[in-house]
């Protein structure tokens, strides 16, 4: 999902694998937002992986004047993006030379594509509004067709001058195989190449004007040149809804398992699948999450603030004890616990970690538990016969031995003393790892 910002306008293109072996030249299919209904957008786009141009309205456009690149620059300029230059002989990610690839303070980006020659060729990336302009997406809504996704995001790209990503996309321009690695270059503006090399892409392109939205579907190759005589700038995140995940399992985690196994010759296939947390959500084995705020009727926008903030994941990702430091804004998003807060806790698992602290523990996090154990009692299992299937009616087993469906939650004490009496014998000596194998699952 990515909006048009201000002041400049984005030329966009993806490429969608066709089933046939041919290759069409079309226009996205456009929609108002003041006409497109949640439920349309589901049925006819986001469950048939469709993409659409959402074309703005007067609330889209307004916030969308709001801000402009001097003023990202001088309200949060402090906060970073990654700086990319183009090279046209480059088969890496966009086109880019990746020896130059930094991480620069915005405003000091900006100042060097306001002075330098080569400004068509600078491009921006990755900059963390979540974290680094806290005041936008105070004033930003998010249209309801993307609110509701729990990992939604909210970074910055394509901050260039005009040109910029023109005959090199800003985005993936290199054909890859299954694992996500680069065969070969590809000017995807160019229609007699992909023609020539991809037979079997429909490409579809539009003008974005300020306001606009563009949903592009999972694993389409896409890219963006700007147009007119300023910055243009985008706003992205990453949507993806239940008709999203087969595809993300199949497209982006299997790609992942092949590449750490090649990496470490050690490491087995379901060791492999564990070690992303969000392939396992995609794949079913960590259950169904629910939004946890209310973020309003279905077909209305929603503050980008009220869907960003208060969802466990941010503070997981970025709070005062995560992993990822320099978010300033957690310090009021997620305050840090008083000294001793945990010390003293009754109610605290040893076997299950409260991932989002917030004192309770739900079937998600029990069943994150079951997936990260999982390597021990599933080693035996044949890859052919190991798929994430199989992997999710495991994990879903387990949890509901442990807390059935429908079940008041328990406390932590009650998990402990179910997962001890399943897992160990009365003397403490483990149960032999055969009493869990899949079996029929």
Same mark, same amino acid.
């Given at each position: 999902m990515?909006s048009?910002?201000?002041?400049g306008?984005?030329?966009?293109?993806?490429?969608l694998?066709?089933v046939a072996?041919r290759?069409?030249?079309?226009?996205?299919?456009v929609e108002?937002a #003041?006409?497109?209904t949640m439920?349309?957008?589901?049925?006819?786009y986001?469950?048939k992986l469709?993409p659409?141009v959402i074309?703005?309205?007067d609330?889209t456009?307004?916030?969308?004047?709001?801000?402009?690149a001097?003023d990202?620059?001088d309200r949060?300029g402090?906060g970073?993006?990654?700086r990319?230059?183009?090279d046209?002989?480059s088969?890496?990610?966009?086109g880019f030379?990746?020896?130059?690839?930094r991480r620069?303070p915005?405003?000091s980006f900006?100042?060097e594509?306001?002075r330098?020659?080569?400004?068509?060729?600078?491009?921006g990336?990755?900059y963390?509004?979540k974290c680094d302009?806290?005041a936008f997406?105070e004033?930003?809504t998010?249209?309801?067709?993307?609110?509701?996704?729990?990992?939604a995001?909210?970074?910055?790209?394509?901050a260039a001058r005009?040109?910029a990503?023109?005959?090199?996309p800003?985005?993936?321009?290199?054909v890859v195989?299954d694992d996500?690695?680069?065969?070969?270059?590809?000017?995807?503006?160019d229609?007699?190449?992909?023609?020539?090399?991809?037979g079997?892409?429909?490409?579809y392109?539009s003008v974005?004007e300020?306001g606009?939205?563009?949903?592009i579907p999972?694993?389409?190759?896409?890219?963006?040149?700007?147009?007119?005589d300023?910055?243009?700038?985008?706003?992205t995140?990453?949507y993806h809804?239940e008709a999203?995940?087969?595809i993300?399992v199949?497209?982006y985690?299997?790609?992942k398992v092949?590449r750490?196994?090649?990496?470490s010759k050690?490491l087995?296939r379901?060791?492999?699948?564990?070690k992303?947390?969000?392939?396992l959500?995609?794949a079913?084995a960590l259950g169904?999450v629910?939004p946890t705020t209310d973020?309003?009727?279905?077909?209305a926008?929603?503050?980008?603030?009220?869907?960003?903030?208060?969802?466990?994941?941010?503070?997981?990702?970025y709070?005062p004890?995560a992993?990822?430091?320099g978010?300033?804004?957690?310090?009021t998003?997620?305050?840090l616990?008083e000294?001793?807060?945990d #010390?003293?806790?009754d109610?605290e698992?040893?076997f299950?970690?409260?991932?989002?602290r917030d004192?309770v523990l739900s079937?998600?996090e029990l069943?994150l538990k079951?997936?990260?154990?999982s390597p021990?009692?599933?080693?035996g299992?044949?890859?052919?016969?190991?798929?994430?299937g199989l992997?999710?009616r495991?994990?879903?087993?387990?949890v509901?031995?442990?807390?059935?469906a429908?079940?008041a939650?328990?406390?932590?004490?009650?998990? #402990?003393?179910?997962i001890f009496?399943?897992?160990?014998f009365?003397?403490g000596t483990?149960?032999?790892v055969?009493d869990?194998?899949?079996?029929?699952?």
């Amino acid at each position: 999902m990515s909006s048009a910002g201000k002041p400049g306008m984005l030329w966009a293109a993806a490429a969608l694998l066709a089933v046939a072996v041919r290759c069409a030249f079309v226009e996205f299919p456009v929609e108002r937002a #003041d006409e497109l209904t949640m439920a349309r957008f589901k049925a006819e786009y986001a469950d048939k992986l469709r993409p659409v141009v959402i074309r703005g309205n007067d609330r889209t456009r307004a916030e969308a004047a709001l801000w402009s690149a001097g003023d990202f620059r001088d309200r949060c300029g402090a906060g970073e993006i990654t700086r990319y230059v183009s090279d046209a002989s480059s088969s890496a990610w966009g086109g880019f030379d990746m020896r130059g690839e930094r991480r620069v303070p915005l405003a000091s980006f900006f100042g060097e594509v306001e002075r330098s020659n080569r400004s068509r060729d600078i491009y921006g990336f990755d900059y963390n509004l979540k974290c680094d302009c806290e005041a936008f997406v105070e004033q930003t809504t998010i249209l309801p067709y993307f609110k509701q996704d729990v990992t939604a995001q909210a970074e910055m790209t394509g901050a260039a001058r005009p040109g910029a990503g023109r005959g090199r996309p800003a985005s993936p321009s290199a054909v890859v195989d299954d694992d996500g690695d680069a065969e070969f270059a590809l000017d995807w503006y160019d229609d007699a190449a992909v023609l020539d090399a991809v037979g079997g892409a429909d490409v579809y392109s539009s003008v974005l004007e300020p306001g606009d939205s563009v949903y592009i579907p999972v694993a389409a190759l896409h890219g963006g040149s700007n147009v007119g005589d300023a910055p243009a700038l985008a706003i992205t995140g990453n949507y993806h809804d239940e008709a999203h995940h087969a595809i993300l399992v199949d497209v982006y985690c299997e790609g992942k398992v092949r590449r750490l196994m090649r990496q470490s010759k050690k490491l087995t296939r379901i060791k492999a699948m564990v070690k992303d947390p969000s392939c396992l959500f995609w794949a079913g084995a960590l259950g169904d999450v629910e939004p946890t705020t209310d973020r309003g009727p279905v077909d209305a926008p929603a503050p980008l603030a009220d869907v960003v903030y208060p969802d466990p994941w941010f503070c997981r990702s970025y709070g005062p004890r995560a992993w990822r430091r320099g978010c300033n804004v957690t310090r009021t998003r997620c305050p840090l616990e008083e000294e001793g807060d945990d #010390d003293d806790d009754d109610d605290e698992s040893d076997f299950v970690v409260d991932e989002n602290r917030d004192g309770v523990l739900s079937r998600q996090e029990l069943s994150l538990k079951f997936a990260q154990v999982s390597p021990r009692y599933l080693e035996g299992v044949p890859d052919a016969r190991l798929t994430w299937g199989l992997l999710a009616r495991w994990v879903a087993a387990e949890v509901e031995a442990i807390w059935p469906a429908g079940a008041a939650r328990p406390t932590a004490a009650a998990i #402990d003393a179910a997962i001890f009496a399943r897992f160990f014998f009365e003397d403490g000596t483990e149960r032999p790892v055969g009493d869990f194998n899949p079996g029929e699952l």
